[in-house]
């Protein structure tokens, strides 16, 4: 009796974990789908006809798949100048982006000086104000340096530190033990030297966080390319994307197969630094045990 | 040791990637051509494959009669064009010429953000535009853009449905009384099911305002700086509106309404609907999707046989923003862009109305056929075309009275009630 009543309870909490797991698959391809819908519906618009795209009720799967949507659409403009501008541009932004902000994160999180906490406030408190606020003023300010229709008030910027990443890896080194900050400190490393041989490789999934973040603004930026060039020549793929949309109608087969084109870097990247990310957060682990 | 050259070339690279972005700085500023001519910079939104290469053959034409003018064309998508457009302005490098809305001219002028064009014009230069165009263009007695094109409303209506309806494909409607006889006559039904509708006034390219402004005897919701918003008139067209909703039933106009939003599924050219209201330029959709179809054309309806035949109008300006550096010769390529030659080449390709009389008139009797047709009628409309310019004391009045209208076609609020509300609403928002 005894036995077999423990093996109904075992067996019926087997079966709860079964029943938990099966909600638990059945919410996750419940949000997946929620997810990737519109992804499908934008893949699926980009290999439709345009008759096949205005028909009622609408295809879920298109009857005919017009791949030549793809090549017609990258032709009908400079699209290959476009996406090179943009690499070059998120690129840079990256780079800048993620270097400075965890140098300035290192400061606040590890160095001890006057007013540091105040500074920190201060600086968190530049994330309250909008950016169309700042907008035009900004824009003055880089056409009276003389910046106008060139990359650099898109450049420059990410290397002046952004508060929210600044904040993001602040609390991030945080987490760091400060033994061995001064472990290496009394070994007599400079900060400059810390910052490189022990924050920079201890904090990569937080960073790899920024460059993704940093990486993904840079390539969806319309505004900013907007106000700043001047010469089609330098626009970036977002402005591209816009001249499908007219005032009259709007390409939609064009439109969609572009902004597939568009999103694909963007993915891609996401996919190759998730792998890094996992190594990343194996380190942080490892100091902390 | 490896990674300290590693940072060294990092930071050097970051310097390349620096210099290399400013190194565009000086060419992109440039002001002249290399063989000397002053460079007019000229911003549209007509970027799409049909628009630009009309525009840029304007642009070609008539750089090539200058000798010291050189106009780059620089395309911004629409609706953005005006944010960067503004941020220029302010910070005093603004492009020499733009396209902007005709309905906003004198906002732009009272706002500082448009240049004073007025000693470059004279009567003679004037008489060259439809007046109701004109009209838009002139704040305080001074001219601050050239306008450009517009458009008007026609009734597009099915010849072969009228005849099959026994109505006379000859003879359109009318008045709205005719109107609505017609479209019971042209529905076609089986059991609860539409198989045609004769007409909905809500479809195609108009509004109800513009219904309201037909009634009204083409008078706006703002007339000479009075508020006209709540009139016996305006009301009885949205109780006529809602009239039609109740007889074809909520549910059928919203199943016919989801099949729209592009040509080729356009119901009107599917034989779906026998009427609909809509600019010229639908033509080219009906030309291009609708080969067998036999239509007709006609000025609106008017509200009754004393009323006129209403219709309301748009368009875009060609205007220098303030503080561009080569007014004289933007004005100059202006001139050009406006004048009889460009506006007539604009007209041909795009087949749509041009403010330029001369040039209308020309492409209305060098077209043929079904162009003829439906162009002719566009410009004869332009006579019964009214524009409703945003006044100075009024910025974003619509903002305030289309949340209403919305609540008054959904039932939720009386036409009465509603007009009354909206004008108090627009009312508070005058600026002094």
Redo the contacts between chains.
Sequence with gaps: MKTASAHAFYKSKKFREKMKNTIVVFLLILGSVFVLAPLWWMISTSLKS??E????PPTFIPKEFHFSNYIEAWQ??PFTRWALNTL?IAV?GT??AV?INSLVAYAFAKIRFKGRDTLFILVLSTMLIPGFVT??PQ??LF??L???????PL??PA?LGSAFFIFLLRQFMMTIPNELIEAAYLDGASHLKIW??IMLPLTKPALITVAIFSFNGAWND??GP??YI???S?YTLQ?GL????????T?WHYLMSMSVTVLLPVVLLFFFFQRYFIEGSNISSGTKG | MDRKRNLLLAVLLFMGFLAGCSGNENSAQAEKTEDGKVVVDFWTFWGSETRRPIIEKIIANFNESQDDIHVKHTFLPWGDIWTKNLASVAAGNPADVIINDINTVSQRAENQQVEDLSQYIDESFEKQFYPHLWETVVYQDKTYAVPFNTDTRLLFYNKAAFKEAGLDPEAPPQTWEELEEYAKKLDVKTGNQYERIGFYPLWGSIGASSWMTNADDGKGFIENGKLAIDTPRKAEALHWLLGWKERLGEKTVQTYQAEFGSEQSNPFIAGKVAMWVDIGTFYTQIRDYGQDLEFGVAPLPSFDEDSGHWAEGGGFVAEIPKGADHPEEAMEFIKYLTGPEGQKYWAMKNFDNVANIEAAEAVASELTGDEQMVYQATVENLQQTKMFPVPVEYPDYHSRINPVVDNILLGKISPEEGLKKAESDVSKLKRE
């Design positions: 345009p008759a795209i205005a028909q009622y009908t403009a070059f840079c780079i800048g270097f907008m035009v824009y003055i056409s009276k003389g910046w106008l229709n060139t990359y650099l450049i420059v290397f490189w041989h319309l505004l907007l106000l001047n010469d089609e330098m402005i816009q001249t499908f949309k007219g005032t009259v109608q390409q």
